[in-house]
């Protein structure tokens, strides 16, 4: 059963929400997905905070791909406020070298160790990546609508082929 349809954009088809759904289904065979579409000029885009194990490695190795602002906090935590859009493609740089990612937050004082913070993400550079088909890390952005509340059981035998 899927419980919660992908949410697209409708005018340009781009997929808003629901990526891990939609692979899930690739695999299994589907040739159909639920899906809603939406105004993404309504929809509000939002970015995580990403927390990854911290070590002089790997505080180095993101000083080096991205301007950065660090901050030490009480905790002993570390946090690394990125620069620029183009930060984005630099963590997803950064996690190729190896530096896995542990949990994403909307609050990086939830988060604890080497806390990266890219600056808020922009429509324009989601509708960029998507049309250039360089695609942001995964848990870059957080799409805010209503449509996410809504419930949608499709039974997975109606969407395989």
Avoid: C, N
Wanted: aromatic share 4%.
């Amino acid at each position: 059963m899927v419980h919660r349809p992908l949410i697209v954009d409708a005018a340009t088809m781009m997929l808003i929400d629901g990526a891990h759904r939609l692979e899930a289904l690739r695999r299994l065979g589907a040739s159909l997905a639920p899906v809603i579409a939406v105004d993404y000029s309504q929809v509000e885009v939002a970015g995580w905070a990403r927390e990854y194990e911290l070590s002089d490695e790997a505080l180095s190795a993101i000083k080096r791909l991205a301007p950065v602002s660090v901050r030490g906090r009480q905790d002993g935590s570390v946090v690394v406020r990125l620069e620029g859009l183009k930060s984005y493609y630099d963590v997803r740089e950064f996690e190729a070298d190896g530096f896995e990612l542990r949990r994403v937050s909307a609050s990086p004082g939830a988060l604890r160790g080497l806390i990266v913070v890219p600056p808020r993400p922009t429509r324009e550079l989601v509708l960029s990546a998507a049309e250039s088909g360089e695609l942001l890390p995964p848990r870059s952005t957080r799409h805010i609508t209503i449509a996410k509340r809504i419930a949608m059981p499709v039974p997975l035998s109606s969407l395989l082929a």
